[in-house]
């Protein structure tokens, strides 16, 4: 599989918002599902969003209401809303490890992770 590539992160202020992009082959989102993970220090690795090839998602309770995870052809999205210093991390997306799978929160689902994009929010 080709390594996603993240982008889109930055510093905002509580209460705003970013958006971040994962690119990869179209083939890559037809095929397998893929995951928004987060990592803050010295916490483990979150799995925030999911969508599979179908279009389906999922959400972890922290984020649900203020996160969409969205595809288009060679991207995959995560609209990031209200955000709070809590959710100061660093993102990356992980395609999962097998095809046409339904695209769960559990990060052993997936295989190929990105570089991640550093967001920091500010209070």
């Known amino acids: 599989q080709v390594q996603p590539v993240e982008s889109g992160g930055g510093l905002v202020q509580a209460g705003g918002s970013l958006r971040l992009s994962c690119a990869a082959s179209e083939d890559t989102f037809s095929t397998y599902a893929v995951g928004w993970f987060r990592q803050a220090p010295a916490k483990e690795r979150e799995c925030v969003a999911t969508i599979n090839q179908s279009g389906g998602t999922a959400y972890a309770d922290s984020v649900k209401g203020r996160f969409t995870i969205s595809r288009d052809n060679a991207k995959v999205y995560l609209q990031m809303n209200r955000l709070t210093p809590e959710d100061t991390a660093v993102y990356s997306c992980?395609?999962?490890?097998?095809?046409?799978?339904?695209?769960?929160?559990?990060?052993?689902?997936?295989?190929?992770w990105g570089q991640g994009t550093q967001v920091t929010v500010s209070s």
């Open positions: 992980g395609v999962a490890s097998r095809k046409f799978t339904i695209g769960t929160l559990d990060a052993r689902e997936y295989g190929t």
